[in-house]
């Protein structure tokens, strides 16, 4: 049946809205509605474009927006898109070039130089990224996505003073919010940090933090969370069908952003036998669509006690084929979207044998760097205040706590200060968990071969460093905010929830 101009636009806005603020489910399912009526429609693929590549499916993400390069007018912005894709896929040499392509159609376009300078960081060439920025900051001063670029890159150049100067010029401008700008003020939070001016840092991270803010619910974060424990609870996951297959090549990375989870996946990645897919979105997909394949009565969570061991299978199976696009051989294939936390229940039945991870942080570090974090507010909106990351800290730990009770996979605790302080020691233990023979390579994960489409990249590529470790003590009594909402949703200070 084909869709009329008038629905195919109506599709194409909830598609949209349904990705701003982070419903990439449902924002997935419009744009296959669309795709199977619309396959050749330059719009319809470059929703697609954006949906895949925030849900990890980076091939095909490349080639939506390849199409979409092909068959709309010449334009800068559709260049810089594609050329995106490409740096998310670790395609650096492709992102160059299209970010060339973007310039030849007009030579300052802002976003292709930040870009173009963004790949020259993630490849450690941060003398050639200054080279790239600094003529388009003198002549675009308050342009804030030079300046997010610019004093992360000045920063590593060790200038600090001259990164300050530029993200201060913006700071000073009266710019309009957007994502960029916001990028710019979280960047300086933590240069404001490393010259010891803590107030500062603070001041400017509740600048950026309160700029796009999404509502956040503890009650209904809450009501969730419960939801879950209740349904697939420890005695009904005890005798519940689960799948017949074998999922013992599966490992989730689940816990707080910022806990460690992008060096916990690189040191499985650096093993020979094993491949890390980085945030992928297949669980979640998989788990909203179940109610309209199968016909169940029910929503997510409660339709997961009404699947047969047959649809246990087939979810089970398409989980696999799915990883299986980014990897057909590895032995082994990590899934590090931290979402997978909510949904862990799920794999659990239909993947027997699958190796469950949580990293754990301590509790004030974990949430003063999610606060100074570029987090995109719409997929983690607790992220701009102390009382609701305290309180997600703390939920994250009650949900872990059940899903050891009550899974029969293997779960393993992994705290990051443990990382930092024995490197060999911990990655030891991790490889031994997930079932693989033991490999040197895995005591160097900055040298993996691998796209990252972490926030923290230019960390987890260099060797372990401990700078990050003890960040909130040096901030002293500023932070007793943070300290007063973790002890009120009872998390002590050492990061494990408070009993009693």
Not at 372 to 384: H, W
Request: glycine share 6%; hydrophobic share 40%.
């Amino acid at each position: 049946m084909s869709l009329s101009p008038e629905r195919t636009s109506e599709l194409l806005l909830q598609a949209r809205d349904a990705a701003a603020r982070g419903d990439y489910a449902q924002a997935h399912a419009i744009g296959t509605t669309l795709l199977q009526n619309l396959p050749k429609d330059p719009q319809v693929n470059l929703l697609m474009g954006e949906v895949c590549l925030a849900t990890g499916f980076l091939d095909m993400a490349i080639e939506y927006r390849r199409f979409a390069v092909e068959h709309l007018p010449p334009a800068p912005l559709l260049e810089v898109q594609l050329a995106q894709a490409y740096v998310h896929s670790g395609r650096l040499g492709d992102a160059l070039a299209h970010y060339a392509n973007a310039l030849k159609l007009d030579a300052s376009f802002a976003p292709a130089i930040a870009g173009r300078a963004e790949v020259y960081e993630m490849q450690g060439n941060f003398k050639r990224a200054w080279k790239t920025l600094e003529p388009a900051t003198k002549v675009a001063p308050t342009d804030p996505s030079l300046a997010a670029v610019g004093v992360r890159v000045l920063m590593e150049m060790r200038r600090l003073d001259d990164a300050i100067r530029l993200g201060e010029v913006v700071m000073a401008a009266k710019l309009p919010d957007e994502p960029q700008l916001r990028s710019t003020l979280l960047t300086m939070a933590r240069a404001y940090e490393r010259a010891k001016r803590y107030q500062d840092a603070l001041d400017v991270a509740a600048r950026g933090n309160a700029m796009l803010a999404v509502p956040f619910s503890h009650e209904l974060y809450r009501a969730e969370t419960d939801t879950l424990i209740e349904t697939l609870s420890t005695d009904w996951m005890k005798d519940a069908p689960r799948a017949t297959v074998d999922g013992s090549w599966a490992t989730f990375i689940v816990g707080m952003p910022r806990s460690g989870s992008t060096l916990t996946e690189r040191i499985i990645h650096a093993h020979p036998d094993a491949f890390g897919a980085d945030e992928d979105f297949s669980l979640q997909l998989i788990a909203g669509s179940v109610q309209a394949e199968f016909g169940l009565a029910s929503q997510w969570p409660e339709n997961a006690r009404e699947l047969t061991p047959e649809q246990l299978d087939r979810s089970g199976e398409k989980y696999e084929r799915s990883m299986r696009t980014k990897s057909a051989d590895a032995k082994l294939i990590s899934n590090k979207d931290l979402a997978n936390m909510r949904r862990l229940g799920f794999a659990d039945r239909i993947l027997p044998g699958a190796k469950f991870i949580h990293t754990r942080r301590h509790a004030a570090d974990n949430c003063l760097s999610c606060y100074f974090e570029r987090l995109r507010p719409a997929s983690i909106p607790y992220a701009g205040s102390f009382d609701d990351l305290a309180f997600v800290y703390a939920e994250n730990e009650r949900l872990w706590a059940h899903w050891q009770d009550a899974c029969q996979n293997d779960t393993l605790t992994v705290d990051y200060e443990d990382l930092v302080n024995d490197l060999p020691g911990t990655a030891r233990r991790i490889i031994d968990f997930v079932g693989l023979s033991w490999d040197d390579r895995c005591l160097k994960p900055h040298e993996a071969n691998r796209a990252d489409r972490t926030l923290s990249v230019t960390q987890v590529r260099r060797p372990i460093y401990t700078a990050a470790k003890g960040r909130a003590a040096k901030y002293g009594d500023l932070l007793e905010p943070l300290q007063s909402a973790l002890k009120r949703h009872g998390v002590d200070s050492k990061g494990t929830e408070a009993k009693g």
